[in-house]
C-alpha cells in the first residue's frame, strides 16, 4: 500500500514537472514569435518612414528649397512634392517580397538557412541605405531590405504550423509593434541624429533577430500531427506530416482565394494611402514640418495595425481611401489632429484584416495543408501593395500639377 502510494506520487510530481516544462516552453515560443515577427517587419517599416527623405535626398524635391534635413522652406501657392512619388519605394520595399512570396512556398524548406540569409540582408539593406552616395545604392538597399522581409514572412508564418495556434496570434502582434516601434524609432531618432546614423542604430535589430531564433525559440525536432483517439488528451499518436510536392500545392490555391482577395483588397487601399497620399497632406505654420507630418503620420497609423493586430478582434473593409483623396486634393480638414484620428482607424482596419486572416486559417485549414496554404497565403497582401504603388505614382503626379488650394478654416 505504501509502496504503491509513493509510486502515484512520483507519478504525480513527474506530470507537474513536465506540465510546468510545457507551460514556460509554450510562453517562450510565444515571446520569440512577437520578437520575431517585430525584427521581420522591422525593417520593412523603417524603409517606407523614411521613404520620403530617401527621394528627398537622392532624387530633390522639385517644388520647395530644403535645408539641413528638417528645415523647408516653402513656396506658397505651390504644393511641397518631391520629383518622385514615394510610391516609387513601396515598389522597391514590396517587389522583391512579392517575388519571394510566390516562389518561397514552393521551394524546399530549409528553415535555418533562411533566416540566415533574412538577418544577412537585413543588416546589409540597413548599411546600403544609410551609407549609399548615389540613388541605386539606395534603391538598392530598399530591395535587399525587402527580400529580408519577404523570405522572414513566409518562412515563419509556414514554421509557426509547428506550434501552436496561439503564435499566429504573437507573431501578428509583433509585426504590428515593429510599425509602432519602427516608425516611432525612427521619427524620433531622426530629431536628434541624421538620417545616415539613424539607420545604422538600427543594425541593432537583424542581431536581436538571430538571437531569438537560434536561442529563444525551441526548435520541434521534426514536423508531426498530433491525432487525438476519441478526443482524449492522454491518447496521441505522433505521425510525421509527408512533404507535398508543386503540383500538390498548387492544387491548394483555389481554396484559399476567399481569405487572399480581401486581404488584398484591404492591402490596396491601405498603402494607396500611405504612399501615394500621406506625402501629399501638409499643414503649414505648425510644430512639425513637412517631412515630420510624413514620418508621424506613419507612426499614427502603426498604432492602428499595432493595436487590432494585438487584439484579434477587428476585419473590415471601409472606403476610407475617398476621405484622402478628397483630402489632398480640397484641404478639407482643418486640422492635422482630425487626419490622425482618420489616420488611426484606417490602421485598426488593416491590422485586424491581416491577424484574423491568418487566425482563421490556422483554424479552419486541415493540419496537413496548413504549412503550404500559410505560405501561399502571404503573397495575398504583397499583391495588393504592388497594385498600391504603380496606382500611387501617377495619381501624386498628377495632384502635384494642381495648385494649393487655400485650406478650408484658414
Given amino acids: 500500500m505504501g509502496k504503491s502510494s509513493l509510486t502515484n506520487s512520483h507519478v504525480a510530481d513527474d506530470v507537474f514537472d513536465e506540465e510546468a516544462i510545457m507551460k514556460k516552453t509554450r510562453w517562450r515560443n510565444l515571446v520569440a514569435f512577437w520578437i520575431l515577427g517585430l525584427c521581420n517587419n522591422y525593417g520593412y517599416v523603417v524603409m517606407l518612414s523614411a521613404a ?22 516653402h513656396v506658397p501657392g505651390v504644393r511641397t512634392c518631391n520629383a518622385v512619388s514615394t510610391g516609387a519605394i513601396l515598389l522597391a520595399d514590396i517587389l522583391p517580397a512579392l517575388a519571394i512570396k510566390v516562389t518561397a512556398p514552393f521551394l524546399p524548406f530549409l528553415v535555418h538557412a533562411r533566416l540566415a540569409t533574412c538577418v544577412l540582408f ?3 539593406g540597413f548599411l546600403l541605405v544609410s551609407l549609399s552616395t548615389t540613388e541605386w545604392l539606395a534603391i538598392l538597399g530598399v530591395v535587399i531590405t525587402s527580400l529580408s522581409s519577404g523570405l522572414g514572412e513566409v ?12 503564435v499566429i496570434s504573437t507573431w501578428s ?15 524620433g531618432l531622426t530629431m536628434v541624429l541624421s538620417i545616415e546614423n539613424t539607420l545604422l542604430v538600427m543594425l541593432v535589430v537583424p542581431l536581436v533577430q538571430a538571437i531569438t531564433f537560434w536561442i529563444i525559440l525551441k526548435h520541434p525536432a521534426h514536423s508531426r500531427i498530433p491525432i487525438t483517439k476519441n478526443g482524449i488528451d492522454s491518447q496521441e499518436q505522433i505521425i510525421k506530416v509527408p512533404q507535398k510536392t508543386f503540383r500538390d500545392k498548387l492544387a491548394l490555391v483555389p481554396g484559399l482565394l476567399k481569405y487572399m482577395i480581401p486581404l488584398a483588397l484591404v492591402y490596396l487601399f491601405e498603402y494607396f494611402i500611405n504612399q501615394g497620399l500621406y506625402e501629399l497632406v501638409e499643414f503649414n505654420d505648425i510644430w512639425l514640418t513637412h517631412k515630420q507630418q510624413y514620418r508621424w503620420l506613419q507612426v499614427d497609423y502603426q498604432i492602428g495595425v499595432f493595436i487590432s493586430r494585438s487584439s484579434v478582434n477587428l476585419i473590415s473593409i471601409n472606403k476610407i ?11 478639407y480638414i482643418p486640422n492635422i489632429w482630425i487626419v490622425f484620428a482618420v489616420v488611426l482607424w484606417e490602421g485598426l482596419l488593416g491590422g485586424g484584416a491581416y491577424v484574423n486572416t491568418f487566425y482563421r486559417m490556422s483554424t479552419e485549414i486541415p493540419k496537413a495543408d496548413r504549412e503550404a496554404s500559410l505560405g501561399i497565403a502571404t503573397m495575398a497582401d504583397s499583391i495588393g501593395i504592388t497594385l498600391a504603388g504603380w496606382l500611387s505614382m501617377p495619381v501624386h503626379n498628377a495632384i502635384c500639377k494642381l ?8
Fill in 52 to 73: 520620403h527623405d530617401i527621394l528627398n535626398s537622392k532624387f530633390g524635391n522639385k517644388n520647395s528649397t530644403t535645408g539641413d534635413d528638417d528645415e523647408e522652406i
Fill in 122 to 124: 537585413s543588416a546589409a
Fill in 155 to 166: 518562412t515563419l508564418l509556414s514554421y509557426s504550423n509547428q506550434y501552436p495556434k496561439q
Fill in 173 to 187: 502582434s509583433g509585426t504590428g509593434g515593429a510599425g509602432v516601434i519602427g516608425a516611432g524609432s525612427y521619427a
Fill in 321 to 331: 481611401w475617398i476621405m484622402s483623396v478628397l483630402q489632398t486634393l480640397y484641404y
Fill in 403 to 410: 495648385p494649393q488650394p487655400t485650406r478650408l478654416g484658414s
